[in-house]
């Protein structure tokens, strides 16, 4: 693939460009080690803590696979941070607005805080892509090649973009790595084999939010510089900045917060990406910890079992005879799943026979925390299974003519609480991620900060340019993160720049526009390619080894 120009080596930049080799205090870097230690032992003893509350005894083949598919995961995040990152930090470095350190250091700050904070929608919108048999035996041969093998290609690709300058989505990436996974686990089982390998409608949508988000992100840009240009005339906002000078301080306020504001949101939805999958890590490694939110409180049991009976008397009502077994039942429900054909009597009939068990087991037990290690992987299974099912129902054209507008409320009621037992983040994972995204950005961003900075207009990044990108940039990533729905700070933020550009008057350096476009259409394909293989050769591996 061709390069943007030729990389800038370690330490240079551009004359009429900042100062891009100024060096943090000595002490910087063993704060920096000391963080990143610190973390790795704070993940770790989180796991030994949380296995050892519920009586599960980890071997220590186990606890060393757990920790390399940590490491992974978190190598992921850390990637993410100075590949994405650096989109958020060129624009107040490019205006002389911030120094570079303190300008990665404040930028990976708020991204920390944007993870700790986020909601968790994000998470999960990228778990319901992959194929619903791999996720509900996330521990078996299968589950593990699918996870290594989604992260290393996600994580190869990031590095291969980054190594030439290229902004490229880590989103896009994973998101291309899950399809791949999904479409070689469909291949290898033969067919749909219980299986539909790719959730292609929830792909579908979130495809369409990675499309459009950059014309967003260009289109809305260039409208905000020109309304700038209406209602702020004043021109040091739209000319060259000054080598060395600050901004005047509105303006450097002003660029400060937007660089703030896109940190914060990269946090809040990029961060996310990688919680899910290291909960499915820690449910495939550690189950009785992590399978069940086990943080759930036993008062809450009685609404949950109240919600069970009623959703079982609302799926009977319009479904057929029960299944003869709750195996059977399980059955019809994961090749509904599959198939995405949810709106059908044996469908409503085997929830119904479902939800009644699932709501006797947690009645039983008398909460989540009571479960018993033997019992909790099929009770989560069975869970994931009816809130799937019942979320693709309330959405599903063909049942909302089906049920009443009542009982479309209590089916959507009774999946929350159940998306509340099975779908968390622990406060330990969302700190780890966010330390990994932090530290990332403080690391190799200058590649791609030059690339935003320079490469993308035909001019100089100005003040109003720099403003009107990132303000698009941040509303737009959080309108997503507020909808549950990944989008990519890297395609955002770089389509910014170019709409404000063309909103200036500088136009375009076309050949970084080229090779960044090719980037973008590359990313799927390959990503898949590299990830399906990776898949393949990894589970071939694990058979051969248990074998």
Known sequence: MATVASAPHEGSSSSRGPHLDAQLHPAGRWIFLAVLVGALGYAGFSVISDTAQVGEQLATGVFLFLGLALLIALGFEFVNGFHDTANAVATVIYTHSLPAPIAVVWSGFFNF???????????????????????????????????????LAA??????????????SSSHALIGSILGVGLANQLLSQGIGGTSGVDWHQAEKVLITLLVSPLVGFA??????LVMKRFFRDP??????????????????????????????????????????????LIGCAPTA??????????????????ARAAEATFAAHGDARPASIDAARATITKGLSTRHVDNPDIYGALAALSADV????????????????????????????????????ADEGAKARFSARELEQIKGYGGSLEQGTRYIPLWVKV?????????????????????GERIGKSHLTYGMGASAELMAASTILLADGLGMPVSTTHVLSSGVAGASVGNGAGLQWRTVRNMAMAWFLTLPVAMLLAGLLYWALLTGIRLYAG
Request: aromatic fraction near 8%; hydrophobic fraction near 50%.
């Open 220 to 225: 809305g840009a260039l409208v905000l510089i």
């Open 432 to 452: 780890t991620v966010a330390i990994a995204l932090g530290l990332g950005t403080m690391v190799g961003w200058k590649r791609i900060v030059v690339t935003v």
């Open 155 to 168: 994580v190869i690709w990031n590095l291969a973009t980054w190594a030439v300058g290229l902004p490229n």
């Open 290 to 307: 992590y399978a069940l939110n086990r943080t759930v409180p036993s008062s809450a049991t009685p609404a949950y079992v109240a919600q």
């Open 359 to 394: 709501g006797k087991r947690i009645g039983n037990y008398g909460a989540l925390s009571n479960v018993p290690a033997a019992a909790t992987p099929n009770l989560r299974a069975d869970m994931y299974l009816v809130l799937d099912a019942s979320k693709q129902i309330v």
């Open 113 to 151: 805080l944007g993870v700790v904070t986020s909601s968790g929608a994000v998470a999960y919108s990228i778990v319901t892509l992959l194929p619903v048999d791999l996720i509900l035996h996330v521990g078996s041969a299968g589950g593990f090649a699918m996870i290594f093998a989604l992260l």
């Open 236 to 281: 040091k906002l739209y000319r060259e900045p000054p080598a060395d000078a600050p901004p005047p301080k509105g303006i450097r306020a002003l660029l400060v917060f937007t660089c703030t504001a896109v940190s914060f949101a990269h946090g809040s939805n990029d961060g996310q990406k990688g919680m899910g999958l290291i909960m499915l890590i």
